[in-house]
C-alpha cells in the first residue's frame, strides 16, 4: 500500500507507454472486421444525411427567388410537400444510422473487453500480482470504451464532417465559386488551431486516464481491507488518500476541459471572421445583379453549415488524441505474455502418476535482483505425503509456484512422472496438480457451487463425498439450506478452519492425482488445523499430497520433510531423523514447541473410504518408482512404516547447491541402527 494519504506521493496507476495515434488505430481496426458489412451500412446512411440537408436547404433559394421574390404562392404547396418528404427521409435515415452505429459500437466494446478479460485470465496470477487491482478495473471498465471513440465513433465522424463539407462545398461552388474560395480561406485556421490544442488535450487526457485508474485502486484497496481500516481507525487517512487521488484526476479533467473550452470561442472567432468576409463580398455582388437575394440567403446558410464540420475536425482530433490515451493502457495490457509458454508440441500426459520432482532448480522473481531458490532438488514420489517446511521466507512458497509453473526455473526443471513441466500441455498440468491455497479463496455462490466449480460435471453425490472426505458435510447440513446455502462475499457465513475445508473438498472433487496444500493450517488454532489436516491424512497412497507449511507440527507425520533455509534445501527425511540429523529443523520444531505449538492428535491410520479416482481401482502403494528422465537419478523411496524397496543410502544431508555434507552421520547409542535420512535427490 502506498503511503499517500496526504495526497504528495504518486499515483497508484503506472503510466502506459506513449504510442502514435496511427499504431494504436492500426492495432485496432482489425477488430472491427466482423462488423464491416454493418459499417458499409451505416456509410451509406451517413453521407445520406448531408445529402438530404443540402436539398433541403436547396429549396429555400427557390422558395425566395420562386414564391416569395416574385409572390407567386403556386409552386408553395410542392416546395412543402417536398420539404416535408425530405425532412422525414432525413430523419428515417439519420434513426436507422443513429441505431445501426450505436449496435455496432457498443459490439466492438463487448468483444473488446471479453478480450481483455480473457487475456488477463491467461496473464493470470504474476501479472496481477504486480498491478493494482482497481487499475485493472478501470482499464476493462472505461479505458476500453475510449478505442470505440477512436476506432468507430472517430471514423463515423470522419466521413460524416468529409461529406458534410464535399456536399456544402460542391453546392456552394455551383452556386458561386468565387465566393466559396473566399470562405475556404478560413478552413486553414481551423487545423491550425486543433493542432495547437489536441496534443496539450492529449497530455492531460493521459494523466486523467492514469488517475481513474489510481482512484479505482485505493477505492479497491481501501474498502477491501474494510476491516483493517475500522480497526487502527484510519478512515480519515484513507479518505484522504482518496481525495487526493480525486483531487490529481480533477485536476487533469480542468486542464482537459480548459483547453477543450477554448477551442469553441476560438473557433467561433474565425467562423465569425469568415462569414463577415463572404457576407460583404456577397452584398456586393448582391447590387451588382450577380447573385440573387435567395442565392445569397442559401450561401450563407451552407457557409454556417461547412463551418460545423470543418471545426468538428478540429474537435475531433482532440477527441481522438484523448481516446489514444486511454486505447496505450489497453495496448499495454494485450502486449503482456505470460510469464509461461505452452509448449509447440506438448507431451501427452493423459493420467500422470503423480511422481514430482525438482531437480536442480534455480529461480529469481523477475526485477527482484536476488534468487529465491538456489539448486533445489527433491523428489515427491507418487502417493506420498511429503511437507516442504521452512521459516518465513525460505522460499517454501516459490517452491508451489514452480510446482504450478505459475514460473519457470532460471536454471534447473521442475517434472512431473518424469516429464518436464515446460513440455505438458497447460489442460494436463492443471488437470494433475491441484492446489489449495493460501487464501481460502471461495465466491459468493453456495456451497454445491463452490465445490462444483472445479468440476462442472461433478455429480451431486460426488460433491457430498467431496464435502464428506474433506470434513464439511456435518457443518454444511447444519447450514439453513445445506448444500444450497449461499456462503456469502469471501465465505463470510463460514469460519476461518470450515472455509479451508470448503477448499479441501473443492480440490478434492476434480480428482487430481496431486493436491498440493500451501499452508492450509495458517492462522488456525491446534483444533482446526487439526480438523483441517485430517482430511489430508486420510489421503494416505490415494493421492499425492505436498503440504507447504511453516508449522512443523503439523507434518511430522509425513512421509518425507524437505527443509528450506534460505531458498537452499538444508533437510530431507522424516521427522525422527531430522530431528536427529538437521540442526536447523530440531531448533525450529523446539521452539515452535516452547511457543505451545501443540503437535495434532495422532493420525488414524486407517483411511476413510475416500471417492475412488476416476479410472483408479487399487490405491497406489509402495514401492515407488524412481524418477525417470534426464537429469539428476532419484531412487525409489520408502514410505514410513513400509519396508524399503531399496538399501538405504547412509544417512547424511546435502547442502543442495555444493553437494557439501553439512552434518557428519550422526551416531547413536543404538549402533548406528536408527532410522537413516534417505537424500533429496541421491
Ligand atoms: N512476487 C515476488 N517478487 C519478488 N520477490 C518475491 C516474490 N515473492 C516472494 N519473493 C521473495 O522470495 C523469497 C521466498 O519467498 P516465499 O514467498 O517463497 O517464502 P515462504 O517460505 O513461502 O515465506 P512465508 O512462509 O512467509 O510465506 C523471499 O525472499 C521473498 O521476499
Known amino acids: 500500500m502506498t503511503e499517500d494519504a496526504g495526497g ?37 446512411l451517413t453521407a445520406g444525411v448531408p445529402a438530404l440537408t443540402t436539398a433541403s436547404i436547396g429549396l429555400f433559394q427557390v422558395l425566395v427567388d420562386d414564391v416569395l421574390t416574385p409572390a407567386d404562392f403556386r409552386p408553395f404547396p410542392m416546395l412543402a410537400a417536398t420539404y416535408l418528404a425530405l425532412t422525414l427521409l432525413t430523419g428515417v435515415v439519420s434513426y436507422v444510422d443513429s441505431y445501426l452505429s450505436a449496435w455496432t459500437a457498443e459490439r466492438f466494446v463487448l468483444g473488446l473487453r471479453v478480450e481483455l478479460f480473457a487475456h488477463l485470465g491467461e496473464l493470470s496470477a504474476p501479472y496481477l500480482d504486480r498491478r493494482p487491482l482497481g487499475d485493472v478495473l478501470s482499464r476493462i471498465g472505461s479505458d476500453v470504451a475510449e478505442i470505440e471513440e477512436l476506432v468507430l465513433t472517430g471514423v463515423n465522424l470522419l466521413l460524416t464532417y468529409s461529406f458534410q463539407i464535399l456536399f456544402f462545398t460542391t453546392a456552394m461552388l455551383l452556386l458561386d465559386w468565387r465566393l466559396t474560395l473566399v470562405a475556404l480561406v478560413a478552413a486553414p485556421a481551423f487545423l491550425l488551431l486543433s493542432r495547437l490544442l489536441s496534443r496539450r488535450i492529449a497530455d492531460a487526457a493521459r494523466e486523467e486516464r492514469r488517475r481513474s485508474g489510481s482512484i479505482v485502486s485505493v477505492a479497491e484497496e481501501s474498502l477491501g481491507n474494510a476491516a483493517l481500516v475500522h480497526a487502527y481507525g484510519r478512515t480519515a487517512a484513507e479518505t484522504a488518500r482518496f481525495r487526493a487521488e480525486n483531487e490529481a484526476a ?43 437575394l435567395g442565392g445569397l440567403l442559401v450561401l450563407l446558410a451552407y457557409l454556417g453549415q461547412l463551418y460545423a464540420p470543418v471545426s468538428g475536425f478540429g474537435n475531433l482530433a482532440a477527441t481522438l488524441y484523448s481516446a489514444c490515451a486511454g486505447a496505450e493502457r489497453i495496448v499495454e495490457v494485450l502486449d503482456a505474455r505470460p ?18 520432482a525438482l531437480h536442480g532448480v534455480a529461480f529469481d522473481y523477475p526485477g527482484s535482483g536476488r ?26 512458497s516459490t517452491v508451489v509456484r514452480l510446482l504450478l509453473r505459475q514460473h519457470d526455473p532460471d536454471r534447473g526443471r521442475v517434472t512431473l512422472d518424469g516429464v518436464d513441466l515446460a513440455q505438458l500441455a497447460p489442460a494436463d498440468l492443471r488437470a494433475a ?51 444450497r446455502t449461499r456462503i456469502g462475499q469471501r465465505g463470510r457465513m463460514l469460519s476461518g478452519g470450515q472455509l479451508r475445508r470448503l477448499a479441501i473438498a473443492r480440490a478434492l472433487v476434480r480428482d487430481a492425482p496431486v493436491l498440493l496444500l500451501d499452508e492450509p493450517t495458517a492462522g488456525l488454532d491446534a ?21 507447504v507449511t511453516h508449522r512443523l507440527v503439523d507434518v511430522v507425520d509425513a512421509d518425507r520433510i524437505v527443509v528450506l533455509d534460505g531458498g537452499r534445501v538444508t533437510g530431507y527425511g522424516d521427522h525422527p531423523s531430522l530431528l536427529r540429523e538437521c540442526p536447523g529443523y530440531a531448533a525450529l520444531y523446539r521452539l515452535q514447541e516452547q511457543a505451545g505449538d501443540a503437535p495434532p492428535p495422532a493420525p488414524p491410520v486407517a483411511p476413510r473410504p475416500l471417492p475412488a479416482r476416476r479410472g483408479e481401482a487399487v490405491a497406489r502403494t509402495v514401492p515407488l518408482p524412481a524418477v525417470a528422465g534426464p537429469g539428476v537419478p532419484l531412487p525409489a523411496f520408502p514410505t514410513v512404516g ?27 547409542a543404538d549402533g548406528g541402527r536408527h532410522r537413516r535420512t534417505p537424500d533429496p535427490v541421491r
Open 250 to 292: 480533477f485536476r487533469a479533467q480542468m486542464r482537459a476541459i480548459r483547453l477543450e473550452s477554448l477551442f469553441a470561442p476560438a473557433s467561433g472567432l474565425v467562423q465569425a471572421a469568415g462569414l463577415l468576409l463572404v457576407a460583404g463580398i456577397a452584398v456586393a455582388r448582391l447590387g451588382s445583379g450577380e447573385l440573387t
Open 371 to 396: 534468487p529465491a531458490l538456489h539448486e533445489v532438488s527433491f523428489r515427491v514420489p507418487a502417493g506420498s505425503r511429503v511437507a516442504v517446511v521452512g521459516a518465513s521466507g525460505a522460499g517454501k
Open 527 to 547: 483444533a482446526s488445523a487439526a480438523r483441517v489436516l485430517a482430511p489430508v491424512r486420510r489421503l494416505a497412497g490415494h493421492r499425492t499430497v505436498v503440504l
Open 433 to 483: 496438480v491441484v492446489p489449495v491455497l493460501q487464501d481460502s479463496l471461495v465466491f459468493d455462490a453456495t456451497v454445491e457451487e463452490n465445490i462444483r466449480w472445479a468440476r462442472p460435471d461433478a455429480a451431486p453425490e460426488e460433491v457430498e463425498a467431496a464435502a464428506r472426505a474433506a470434513d464439511l458435510h456435518d457443518v454444511v447440513a447444519a447450514l439453513p439450506d445445506g448444500y
Open 339 to 356: 510469464a509461461v509458454a505452452a509448449p509447440a508440441v506438448a507431451r501427452p500426459l493423459p493420467r500422470a502418476t503423480g511422481e514430482l
Open 8 to 44: 504528495s506521493g504518486g499515483p497508484l496507476a503506472e503510466p502506459a507507454p506513449r504510442l502514435p495515434l496511427r499504431t494504436v488505430f492500426a492495432r485496432f481496426w482489425p477488430h472491427t472486421r466482423p462488423f464491416r458489412g454493418r459499417m458499409v451500412l451505416s456509410l451509406a
Open 642 to 668: 513400509a519396508p524399503s524397496p531399496v538399501p538405504e543410502p547412509r544417512a547424511r544431508h546435502r547442502v543442495a547447491d555444493t553437494g557439501r555434507t553439512a552434518l557428519p552421520p550422526a551416531r547413536h
